[in-house]
């Protein structure tokens, strides 16, 4: 079953890219593993979808040791608070695509610099400035980029959103094009440590119009490991307790 949602995402996104008139290597699949047994983990690994993360660090710890066998590519999505950065720097984690305020930067950056180490990360904006949303506010993002853009540690690849949840798919598209905006416009700067290559934005429900805006990265969970019984602030909240 896995197998064949994996293909059928994968198909998704092929047709996804031949109408908006793009190439499928450059959307990457990302596994939300939130929640998921390991062994059904497991089950995508070997099928060669290697790209995987999480959202709570209690939940990767719990995880890392029983995944490494297949050599996977961690990321980190959820909200991430201070106190936890200690805890998060203990696993091979290759992005953290959750940064949204320059003081949790800093503090990562003084961890990583005592390990002598650099990050990739990825700036959360709140595009659909939903309260229950973390993020930076959009037209707080450019800022929050530059001050962050000093901290020689932290190398930033791109933007991340959550578009607004709702049953009509559509709703989701213009917190997508507002965050193709700001890519744009933080490119113009050219600042030091930014890149801007990355986007990631778009999961099961509305991967197709976040990748007809610009997204290089979709973060799959439903859709391959079916549906969570689990309020959105699990997924959000870092404090939140694992059942």
């Given at each position: 079953?896995?197998?064949?949602?994996?293909?059928?995402?994968?198909?998704?996104?092929?047709?996804?890219?031949?109408?908006?008139?793009?190439?499928?290597?450059?959307?990457?699949?990302?596994?939300?593993?939130?929640?998921?047994?390991?062994?059904?983990i497991?089950?995508?690994?070997?099928?060669?979808?290697?790209?995987?993360a999480?959202?709570?660090?209690?939940?990767?710890?719990?995880k890392?040791?029983?995944?490494?066998?297949?050599?996977?590519?961690?990321?980190?999505?959820?909200?991430?608070?201070?106190?936890?950065?200690?805890?998060?720097?203990?696993?091979?984690?290759?992005?953290?695509?959750?940064?949204?305020?320059?003081?949790l930067?800093?503090?990562?950056?003084?961890?990583?610099?005592?390990?002598?180490?650099?990050?990739?990360?990825?700036?959360?904006?709140?595009?659909s400035?939903?309260?229950?949303?973390?993020?930076?506010?959009?037209?707080?993002?450019?800022?929050?980029?530059?001050?962050?853009?000093?901290?020689?540690?932290?190398?930033?690849?791109?933007?991340?959103?959550?578009?607004?949840?709702?049953?009509?798919r559509?709703?989701a598209?213009?917190?997508?094009?507002?965050?193709?905006?700001?890519?744009?416009?933080?490119?113009?700067?050219?600042?030091?440590?930014?890149?801007?290559?990355?986007?990631?934005?778009?999961?099961?429900?509305?991967?197709?119009?976040?990748?007809?805006?610009?997204?290089t990265?979709?973060?799959?969970?439903?859709?391959?490991?079916?549906?969570?019984?689990?309020?959105?602030?699990?997924?959000?909240?870092?404090?939140?307790?694992?059942?």
């Open positions: 079953m896995i197998t064949r949602n994996l293909q059928a995402i994968s198909q998704r996104i092929k047709n996804a890219c031949t109408k908006a008139g793009r190439n499928p290597h450059e959307v990457k699949i990302l596994l939300a593993t939130k929640t998921v047994a390991v062994d059904r497991q089950l995508a690994l070997q099928a060669g979808y290697t790209l995987i999480e959202n709570k660090v209690q939940e990767l710890s719990h890392y040791t029983a995944l490494q066998q297949f050599h996977p590519t961690h990321h980190f999505i959820g909200h991430l608070q201070t106190n936890k950065i200690k805890d998060l720097l203990r696993y091979n984690i290759a992005c953290i695509q959750s940064i949204d305020r320059f003081d930067a800093c503090k990562l950056h003084q961890r990583l610099q005592a390990q002598e180490r650099t990050m990739d990360i990825l700036i959360q904006v709140n595009t400035a939903e309260e229950s949303k973390f993020g930076v506010a959009p037209e707080r993002t450019i800022d929050l980029v530059q001050q962050i853009s000093n901290l020689t540690s932290l190398k930033i690849k791109g933007l991340m959103t959550i578009g607004l949840l709702s049953a009509d559509e709703q598209r213009p917190c997508f094009r507002l965050l193709k905006q700001l890519q744009q416009q933080i490119r113009v700067v050219n600042m030091p440590n930014v890149s801007m290559s990355e986007l990631s934005m778009g999961m099961s429900a509305d991967l197709d119009i976040a990748i007809e805006e610009g997204a990265i979709v973060r799959i969970g439903t859709a391959v490991f079916g549906e969570r019984n689990y309020p959105d602030s699990y997924y959000w909240n870092e404090s939140a307790t694992i059942q």
